[in-house]
């Protein structure tokens, strides 16, 4: 069984930083990729970010490109989300999502997922 468990989630003004963390526990491979996606209120969840499995691919969504920064720490099994110039549109809750298959992070699939951190900014 594998468990993710997000932190850093809150609130925060517009134009602010936040960073997010996902630690991994259980059966986790050193091969896994790692993710974020999100999802706002009425709205279908949406790809944020991806890093593959030793770092060296990352992959971003256009409407985040330049703001954020995803990076991993493999001996922690964690992987993080830097959001900076924040903007309310990026309110939403934000999940960890971790999977084998690099592809899936295009299809909006994933083989495990963490519960969620609520992101909120302000104007």
């Known amino acids: 069984q594998v468990q993710l468990i997000e932190s850093g989630g809150g609130l925060v003004q517009a134009g602010g930083s936040l960073r997010l963390s996902c630690a991994a526990s259980?059966?986790?491979?050193?091969?896994?990729?790692m993710g974020w996606f999100r999802q706002a209120p009425g709205k279908e969840r949406e790809f944020v970010a991806a890093?593959?499995?030793?770092?060296?691919?990352?992959s971003y969504a256009d409407s985040v490109k330049g703001r954020f920064s995803i990076s991993r720490d493999n001996a922690k099994n964690t992987v993080y989300l830097r959001m900076n110039s924040l903007k309310p549109e990026d309110t939403a809750v934000y999940y960890c999502?971790?999977?084998?298959?690099?592809?899936?992070?295009?299809?909006?699939?994933?083989?495990?997922w963490g519960q969620g951190t609520q992101v909120t900014v302000s104007l």
């Open positions: 999502a971790i999977t084998n298959d690099y592809g899936d992070y295009g299809k909006g699939r994933s083989d495990y």
């Open positions: 259980g059966r986790i491979f050193s091969s896994y990729h």
């Open positions: 890093i593959n499995w030793n770092g060296v691919r990352t």
